[in-house]
């Protein structure tokens, strides 16, 4: 299958069959190819050559780039069901979740398309007679972008698509989990390429197949003024203080620790329905999905009851095979896993589900039944982000207890609450409701749409991406002060003779 998706993609064998770094695929542990990983000096020759894309790139008028985007997102709709399968394949998620993200990766193309039209800065009144203001927004530089292994496509081409429409070049390192799916963006934007023509330059967007320390060399580059960076709250730990040490800016969007407040008056079969996708959706690996559930006292037990039911539907399996919830990434996050319900055991929560599934049929794949872990408080545990689909739930007795249960914890990614009193969910979304960069009312935390820009407070990294004006965040701002006057007045009234 892996040899026949390649190829519908445009990626060639030598590509990713001739290396000694082994590309596992978590459906069944079975090798998906070998690659070379790339080491510092293949890094640096890479920033050499966007360098040099970047300064023609930045010449091509703006709607123009976006003819380029516009090429890239034909070349996705016709090779969606190839990249979602691909996806599939390397991540384990679910066919229908690889799909969505390639069509994540459709939608933010024709957002960037009709951007590329619209960069657009203000006219501001000058205090000086005969002379007028403006902002203006420029190409910005090389942007370096470092990507997780659970979304493995979309966040790339979130910051992708409105990057080439600024007029900048690209350097991609994807993670070391999901090199085969950067390959293939890569060969569908370098067919959009051809078809574009001459005026996009050699080397506009390259993939650095690479591990930490690819990114951190990335990181380190003055020339790169843009590290665009998604991953653990770890990782951005380690990247950020680099890229700030040379001055350079940084996009971070990290873990998430995302809770739902579940009121009495809630809608609880659409409750129940929220929980079940996005709490065990994605095997419980997004950074959106639900991982604490905060439940009114007196509706926890029926809750839970009706969540445990839910579980017991969902099927477990093969993610191309229309299952519900595919593997974990790999036995790390399996041990991972275990680990943090022995603990919670130890703790005297109760824990419901957590086993693993399929062992006999996949001995290298990692499957688990979903767990539910009813604690009595938000201890430690609950305030870490463990990537899997293990759901904790808590009980409040009055709003504001929910509310401060549900901003103490270090994240602050997505965050929603089920209610059906308008007071509660405007407090919610209110300047002293949730702490999240995304707060919802009725729906779920997780499956966020590209017209609304995405990403979190607190340790998941203050960093937007996607949709409303984040195409500020690539461009350079420059403020313009035109004398049109024959006179030479100062600002401020200032007499210098
Ligand atoms: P990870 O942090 O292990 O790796 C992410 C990427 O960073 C990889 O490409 C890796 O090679 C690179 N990297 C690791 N250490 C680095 C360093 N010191 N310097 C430079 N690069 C480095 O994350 P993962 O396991 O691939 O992904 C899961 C994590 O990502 C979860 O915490 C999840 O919440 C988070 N995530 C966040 C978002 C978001 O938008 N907020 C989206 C997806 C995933």
Redesign the pocket.
Known sequence: MIESLMQRLGVSEDAYRQGDYAVISPTDGGELGQIRLEGVDAVEARVARAQRAFEEWRRVPAPRRGELVRLFGEQLRRHKEDLGALVTLECGKIYQEGLGEVQEMIDICDLAVGQSRQLYGLTIASERPGHHMRESWHPLGPIGL??????PVA?WAWNAALALVCGNSLLW?????APLTALGCQALLERAMAEFGDEAPEGLSQVIL???E???R??DDPRVPLIS????????R??AP?VAARFGRSIL????NNGMILAPSADLDMAVRAILFSAVGTAG????SLRRLIVHESIRDEVVERVKKAYAGVTIGDPMEGNLVGPL?DAQAFEQMQSVLDQARQQGASVFGGERQLADQYPDGYYVTPAIVEVEQQDDLVKN?T?APILYVMSYRDFDEAMTLHNDVPQG?SSCIFTSDVRESEAFISDVGSDCGIANVNIGPSGAEIGGA???EKE??G?R?SGSDIWKSYMRRQTNTVNYSRELPLAQGIKFD
């Open positions: 470092i990507t997780a292994f659970n979304f966040p390192k994807p993670s070391e989990k690479g591990d930490r690819a990114g951190e990335l990181a960076a998604t991953g653990s709250t770890r990782m951005g380690e990247l680099r969007e990290l873990g998430g690996q997004r950074c959106t990434i982000e990537f990614l995405f990403g979190g998941t990294g960093g991406e």
